[in-house]
């Protein structure tokens, strides 16, 4: 039986460790390097490059050597914004909207999974040179927040490399468990994550081994990258402004500008002053042009600025969900070679009152936490226990556009939950079942993750059948999603693994704008809410008429059923229109007249043994008996009853609304 590692698949470098004689450590790769560049390229023969040797051709061939694939894994096109596919090979949509990246070298396209697998399996190859016996099975990392279909493409790509995944894990997680391992004391962390190309925040409790996430956020289009890319704007901008020549549309000049402003970012970190030299950068009618320029650490940071705005959000988010102050953190660890930048650890110091920790390495330590959750599958680490969370809220999408959520954000995963659903129209024999995962209460500002339809449902009145729907997301955070006729037992199951695409500026904006619109939200929903019982009443006075007519027969309760019945075409006029008042009135009248027909109900129930009941109800006989106050004073029915109309939505809070707990698909 094979070994099994721990990889950190990172959007710059990526490392791969495991366990030997109980403990972590990182395995150096081919080339005596403990990092391996995240770069995969092909040579004028087509020959496969990967790590420094496709590093060393960045320059010389851009159009056949691939970088920041990470960014583009378990992506659509329409997906992708300008920076992400601001690279100097060619970057295409398919025929279905995938991504795919052109090689000229070797006249074919690929898929960005297909380019990781390579990497993946130069790192397993490595590793068992180390090790001397084969890898069957890895856990690899991924972002927090990145969603169902990133995460499934990671597994793929493993697939393709031979490689089995044990399991997913969440960067930061990985971290706080390299931080913990051996720790025996009891801390609340903040695990600060800002890697090549992505950035998260978590927050975890560690206590005698145990590893409980608290709360996650982040940002899968941040990191590294965007701060090299400020430089190389703010060159290319001087030099167009000189000479007239935009440098970001030559291949080879961008790629060259990208490295040179990569290299100043790094020395920026620890000197105050660095300058850009970049020879032969081009030519003109006048003949060669060249690149020299001065960057101090002040300038640097006054055109990252919006990037720092971007840092701070995630932060705040995740502290307010894990309900902790800044002051309660006892350590914030650092992880990501761009967290080495100044104003990077100035920011963080702001927003917790502690020194980061530097007793773990930022490029190696999520692949030790690897390493570490792979020692714990394979028994080798023992004592060490992991509760992950998912990111965002999961639900579905009910009548009227709202959004029931079954599983909150950050709950502890792997989890299972479900809920009763029924339908909205009388004799559906379908639903469709719309997966949804945000956190704004009207579905369609949502993100979509899928759809599914399940038939077969018998005929029957709007309300009556149950759809049973349930969530479970494993130890991976990958969904299945299922629904179950209760009925008749047929089931409809998917896996969500290629809807869940969220960009940079839905991950942004969700928790945000569900927080600015929290009263516009309110209102939308409460005048669903309204129309929905409104609907939900008319159905089972429709239901109760028939009883009626049934129990009664055509006279026996005349003027009840009679109200009933106005009190219906009441609602039914006033449901469409936009004065929610006179549906309150009518609905009310709906409630007044139903109380009646349920009176005249248990009233009969007590002259259930009378012989001549039946006639009595025909002709109409003892109604003033039946209907004197005294007789109802301690009828159940009015007891229940006004107590249900006392609390519902029309009277007093929606939260006690007897029909409130309904939902249709």
């Known amino acids: 039986m094979g070994q099994i590692v721990g990889i950190d698949l990172g959007t710059t470098n990526s490392v791969v460790g495991v366990i030997e004689a109980g403990r972590p450590i990182v395995i150096a790769n081919s080339e005596g390097t403990r990092t391996t560049p995240s770069i995969v390229g092909f040579t004028k023969d087509s020959e496969i490059v990967i790590g420094d040797q496709a590093r060393r051709q960045l320059v010389l061939n851009p159009k056949n050597t691939f970088y920041n694939l990470k960014r583009f894994i378990g992506r659509e096109w329409d997906e992708l914004d300008e920076i992400s596919i601001s690279v100097p090979y060619n970057v295409k949509s398919n025929e279905s909207g995938s991504v795919r990246i052109l090689s000229p070298n070797t006249g074919r396209e690929y898929a960005s999974e297909e380019l990781i697998s390579s990497l993946i399996r130069k790192l397993i190859n490595d590793a068992?040179?180390?090790?001397?016996?084969?890898?069957?099975?890895?856990?690899?990392?991924?972002?927090?927040?990145?969603?169902?279909?990133?995460?499934?493409?990671?597994?793929?790509?493993?697939?393709?490399?031979?490689?089995?995944?044990?399991?997913?894990?969440?960067?930061?997680?990985?971290?706080?468990?390299?931080?913990?391992?051996?720790?025996?004391?009891?801390?609340?962390?903040?695990?600060?994550?800002?890697?090549?190309?992505?950035f998260d925040v978590s927050l975890l409790k560690i206590s005698n081994g145990v590893f409980d996430v608290k709360a996650t956020c982040g940002d899968t289009q941040l990191g590294g990258n965007n701060f090299d890319s400020k430089i190389v704007d703010w060159l290319a901008e001087r030099f167009l402004a000189e000479h007239k020549i935009d440098l970001r549309r030559d291949r080879q000049a961008l790629q060259r500008l990208t490295e040179a402003a990569e290299k100043a970012k790094c020395e920026l970190s620890g000197l105050q002053k660095t300058k850009i030299s970049l020879p032969f950068i081009t030519t003109n009618d006048d003949g060669p042009l060249h690149i020299e320029e001065d960057i101090n650490r002040k300038l640097f940071e006054s055109l990252c600025q919006d990037l720092l705005d971007r840092l701070l959000e995630p932060v705040q988010i995740a502290l307010d969900d894990s309900g902790w102050e800044p002051d309660e953190i006892d350590e914030v660890v650092l992880v990501g070679g761009s967290t080495r930048i100044p104003m990077v650890q100035q920011l963080v110091k702001t927003l917790v009152p502690n020194e980061p920790c530097q007793s773990v390495n930022p490029d190696e330590v999520v692949a030790i936490g690897a390493a570490i959750q792979s020692g714990i599958i394979s028994g080798d680490l023992r004592d060490l226990l992991l509760n992950d969370v998912t990111p965002l809220s999961l639900g579905l999408e009910t009548i009227g556009g709202l959004m029931k959520v079954l599983i909150p954000r950050n709950t502890p995963i792997p989890v299972r939950q479900s809920d009763v659903f029924s339908t909205s129209e009388s004799n559906q024999s379908s639903v469709v079942v719309q997966v949804r995962q945000g956190e704004r209460p009207l579905a369609a500002e949502n993100k979509s993750l899928g759809k599914f339809r399940l038939s077969g449902i018998p005929p029957a009145p709007r309300g009556i059948p149950q759809v049973q729907v349930a969530f479970d997301i494993d130890a991976n955070g990958l969904l299945e999603v299922s629904a179950t006729d209760k009925t008749t037992g047929r089931k409809q199951t998917v896996s969500i693994s290629g809807g869940s695409n969220l960009n940079e500026q839905e991950i942004n904006s969700i928790i945000s704008e569900a927080k600015s619109k929290a009263n516009e939200d309110r209102k939308k929903r409460s005048v669903i809410d309204r129309k929905n019982n409104a609907l939900t009443l008319i159905a089972q006075a429709e239901r109760r008429l028939r009883d009626a007519s049934l129990e009664f027969g055509p006279y026996g309760a005349e003027r009840q059923q009679r109200a009933v019945e106005l009190a219906i075409q009441d609602v039914e006029e006033f449901i469409d229109d936009d004065d929610p008042q006179e549906l309150e009135l009518s609905v009310s009248a709906l409630q007044e007249a139903l109380f009646g027909l349920n009176r005249r109900f248990a009233a009969e129930k007590k002259n259930d043994n009378n012989p001549f009941q039946g006639i009595k109800n025909t002709f109409g006989s003892l109604k003033d008996e039946l209907f004197s106050d005294d007789y109802w004073d301690e009828d159940p029915w009015d007891n229940e009853m006004n107590s249900n109309y006392r609390n519902s939505s029309y009277r007093n809070s929606r939260d006690d609304d007897p029909w409130d707990n309904d939902y249709f698909l």
Request: charged fraction near 20%; charge should be negative; hydrophobic fraction near 40%.
């Open 128 to 198: 068992e040179t180390y090790l001397g016996d084969t890898i069957d099975s890895a856990v690899i990392t991924v972002p927090a927040y990145f969603n169902e279909s990133q995460r499934q493409a990671t597994k793929d790509s493993a697939l393709l490399a031979g490689i089995k995944v044990d399991r997913i894990l969440n960067e930061p997680t990985a971290a706080a468990l390299a931080y913990g391992f051996e720790k025996s004391s009891s801390n609340n962390v903040l695990v600060f994550d800002l890697g090549g190309g992505t």
